[in-house]
């Protein structure tokens, strides 16, 4: 599977496993305050607020750390000696 999912490891499905649960929440509660600024503004809305701060910073860590993962990953089979014969070319 050419691009797909099939080809990634198990890690990196979990990190995008999370990362799709915590986008679904992010949305979910924006969208919960959001409605509850519409219809009464004088509702404190700062915890859910706060919420969706840590929220918003855990899908960036999960994101960042997966792209670090995958570079470095890269950069190990760059670095990797290449078996065959050397022409020079």
Known sequence: MA??????ST?????LALTVTICGLL?????????????DPAVDTSAAVSALTDLLSM???ALLG???GRSER???LHR???TGRDDGL
Do not use: K, N, S, Y
Request: charged share 15%; no cysteine.
């Open 59 to 61: 899908i960036l860590g």
């Open 80 to 82: 990797q000696p290449t």
């Open 74 to 76: 890269a950069t190990e």
């Open 11 to 15: 890690i990196e499905l979990m990190v």
């Open 27 to 39: 949305f979910l509660i924006g969208g919960t305050v959001a409605v509850i600024e519409i219809v």
């Open 3 to 8: 691009g797909g999912l099939g080809d990634r």
């Open 66 to 68: 997966l792209l670090a």
